[in-house]
């Protein structure tokens, strides 16, 4: 199946492609270890998560090979701006698909894989996906939001769990209690961060995802270190009740 030969192809390109980003400085390689450790999991997600969904093999490649090249505008943007966060730099997603359409490996693809794996890079970053030319743009889609948010969850889980700073940005708030993602710009502290994290339950798609952030314990460490508030609190115990009718599906 020729989608072997691509994965194995972009393996070689984007160890290469990574490595050229090292350097000697210390600051500047944390954040390029992080993100080659987070495209292997993610990878990995995207592999486990079609197969739970029965995709066909091809699919199942497809899912593995946007896993993979998912993250790759993550590491220009570190090394030029110091940063992950795309409202203080660029769109990462963006970023990486220039990268990657220049390459042989993307000319090799067949014009609907290519035309998906676009589609799902550029919105696996998004609020919101964007209409979707078919439900299989759709549903990839969906598998790499689904694969990325549960690693960003192990790998910012030491970084969000700590004590409360004990102030919602109002905003930010206001999205928790009406189950709304919230945008990242509008967070100012540790907290909002932790809204941010409970509340992309609600934008998750597949109960096998549910069960992976669950199982990890991720969603209950968080929900421990938020600050005291009645209305955050109920609004918890509503998230807790979606979860539990969600992972019975």
Request: hydrophobic share 40%; aromatic share 10%.
């Amino acid at each position: 199946m020729y989608l072997k030969h691509i994965i194995s192809e972009a393996e070689k390109w984007m160890a290469a492609y990574s490595s050229s980003f090292h350097n000697e400085d210390k600051e500047a390689m944390w954040g390029i270890g992080l993100k080659e450790a987070h495209i292997g999991f993610v990878r990995r997600n995207c592999k486990e998560l079609a197969q739970w969904l029965k995709l066909t093999e091809h699919d199942v490649l497809l899912a593995e090979l946007i896993g993979l090249l998912h993250d790759m505008g993550r590491f220009r943007q570190w090394s030029v701006y110091r940063t992950f966060r795309d409202n203080l730099s660029e769109d990462h997603a963006e970023l990486g698909l220039k990268v990657i359409q220049e390459q042989s490996l993307y000319k090799e693809l067949d014009s609907e894989d290519r035309s998906i794996l676009l589609f799902a890079i550029s919105n696996h970053n998004k609020k919101f996906i964007a209409q979707a030319p078919s439900e299989r743009h759709l549903l990839f889609a969906k598998i790499i939001r689904d694969a990325d948010k549960l690693d960003i969850y192990r790998v910012n889980i030491e970084y969000v769990c700590v004590p409360p700073e004990g102030v919602f940005t109002p905003v930010c708030k206001h999205n928790f209690l009406k189950a709304e993602q919230i945008n990242g710009g509008d967070m100012q502290t540790v907290d909002d961060r932790k809204l941010l994290y409970l509340v992309w339950v609600y934008d998750l798609y597949f109960p096998w995802t549910m069960k992976k952030i669950v199982e990890k314990g991720y969603l209950d460490r968080v929900i421990a270190t938020l600050p005291r508030d009645t209305e955050v609190e109920q609004a918890v115990e509503r998230l807790r009740k979606f979860i539990n009718s969600e992972i019975k599906c």
